[in-house]
C-alpha cells in the first residue's frame, strides 16, 4: 500500500483544524486563522514525524502532553494556568469525539487497505471520508454543549441574598454572574454588586448620591461629619467590562451576607458590596451581581 506524506498532513491539516475551530467555539475563543492553521500544522508535522519514525519516543504520552500545550498556546495563548487546562481538556473531549466519529465512518466504508503505525490510522480511503467525519463530529458536539447548556433554567442563575450592613438588613435578588471575578485588590476580598438605591436606609444618601464625585476625589458635597465617619470604610474597586476597561466602584465592608439558592443558605463574612450608581436592567429582574467563584467557595 501506498501512503503519500502529503496526504497524511492535509488530512490531519483538516482533522486539526476543525477540532481547534470547534475547541474555540466551545471555549468563546476568538478564531484567528493563522494561529490555528499553524497549530494544526504543528499536529500535522508530528502525525508524519509518528509514521516515518522508528523512534519510540514520539509516541510517549509527555511529548504528547508537551504537543497538546504548544498546539493550544499556538492557537489560543491562554494567559493563565486555569485556562491552559480547561482549553487543553475541552481539546482533548473534542479529539475524542471527532476520533470517534472518524472510527465509525470508516468502519462503514470499509477500506480494502487500512494500517495502523506509531498510533497513526492510515489507509487507501477517500480525502472526503475524513472531512465528512469531521463535520459529523462537529454538529455533534456542538450540539451536545447547545443542549446541556439549555438545560441549566433561569432559576440556576438567580439567588436570594441578605446583606447587613450598619446593623441594617438588604434583602434582593441577584444574578449569578460568571464574569464577576471581581475582588478588592489589597485584601483580595471577593466584591458582590448593589444598586446604590438599595443601601439608602443604610448609608448616607450624600455619599451614595455623589459616587462619581468620590472617584474623582471631590468630597465637597460631602458634610464633614458624614466624610470623617466614611472616609476610611470607602474601598476603591477597580474593574473592566465591555465598553469600560478601566473602571471604578466605590465600595464598603458589609458585617454578614447570606445567599439563598435552591432552599439552601451560606453565610459569608468580609464580603465587599461595590455601590453600582445605576441600574442593573431595566424591569428589575435582578438588583445585584455575585461570583460563581464565592458560590463555589
Given at each position: 500500500m501506498t501512503i503519500y506524506i502529503d496526504v497524511v498532513f492535509f488530512e490531519n491539516l483538516i482533522m486539526n483544524t476543525i477540532i481547534l475551530i470547534a475547541t474555540g467555539i466551545i471555549?468563546?475563543?476568538?478564531?484567528?486563522?493563522?494561529?490555528?492553521?499553524?497549530?494544526?500544522?504543528?499536529?500535522?508535522?508530528?502525525?508524519?514525524?509518528?509514521?516515518?519514525?522508528?523512534?519510540?519516543?514520539?509516541?510517549?504520552?509527555?511529548?504528547?502532553?508537551?504537543?497538546?500545550?504548544?498546539?493550544?498556546?499556538?492557537?489560543?495563548?491562554?494567559?493563565?494556568?486555569?485556562?491552559?487546562?480547561?482549553?487543553?481538556?475541552?481539546?482533548?473531549?473534542?479529539?475524542?469525539?471527532?476520533?470517534?466519529a472518524a472510527f465509525a465512518l470508516i468502519y462503514i466504508v470499509k477500506p480494502q487497505e487500512i494500517l495502523m503505525k506509531n498510533g497513526l490510522f492510515l489507509g487507501t480511503y477517500p480525502l472526503k471520508t475524513v472531512i465528512l467525519a469531521a463535520v459529523v463530529a462537529f454538529i455533534i458536539l456542538i450540539t451536545a454543549f447547545t443542549i446541556v447548556k439549555s438545560k441549566i433554567s433561569k432559576k440556576d442563575m438567580f439567588c436570594e441574598i441578605e446583606v447587613e450592613l450598619n446593623n441594617k438588613i438588604i434583602e434582593t435578588k441577584a444574578m449569578i454572574d460568571t464574569g464577576n471575578l471581581l475582588k478588592e485588590p489589597i485584601t483580595n476580598t471577593p466584591v458582590i454588586i448593589l444598586e446604590h438605591t438599595l443601601l439608602y436606609d443604610c448609608m448616607p444618601k450624600e455619599i451614595l448620591n455623589n459616587l462619581e464625585n468620590i472617584l474623582g476625589g471631590d468630597f465637597e458635597q460631602i458634610p464633614e461629619k458624614i466624610k470623617q465617619e466614611y472616609i476610611a470604610k470607602l474601598k476603591l474597586i477597580p474593574f473592566s467590562s465591555l465598553g469600560k476597561q478601566n473602571g471604578m466602584l466605590v465600595g464598603i465592608k458589609a458585617s454578614k451576607v447570606k445567599i439563598v439558592q435552591e432552599e439552601q443558605e451560606n453565610e459569608y463574612e468580609n464580603i465587599i458590596i461595590g455601590i453600582y450608581n445605576k441600574s442593573l436592567t431595566k424591569r428589575g429582574e435582578y438588583r445585584a451581581l455575585i461570583g460563581l467563584e464565592l458560590l463555589n467557595s
Open positions: 471555549l468563546k475563543q476568538k478564531i484567528k486563522w493563522i494561529r490555528i492553521i499553524l497549530a494544526g500544522s504543528l499536529g500535522a508535522i508530528y502525525s508524519i514525524m509518528t509514521y516515518i519514525s522508528t523512534l519510540q519516543i514520539y509516541s510517549n504520552l509527555i511529548l504528547k502532553i508537551i504537543l497538546s500545550i504548544l498546539i493550544i498556546y499556538i492557537a489560543y495563548n491562554p494567559q493563565t494556568v486555569k485556562q491552559l487546562w480547561k482549553s487543553i481538556l475541552i481539546f482533548y473531549l473534542t479529539s475524542f469525539v471527532f476520533g470517534g
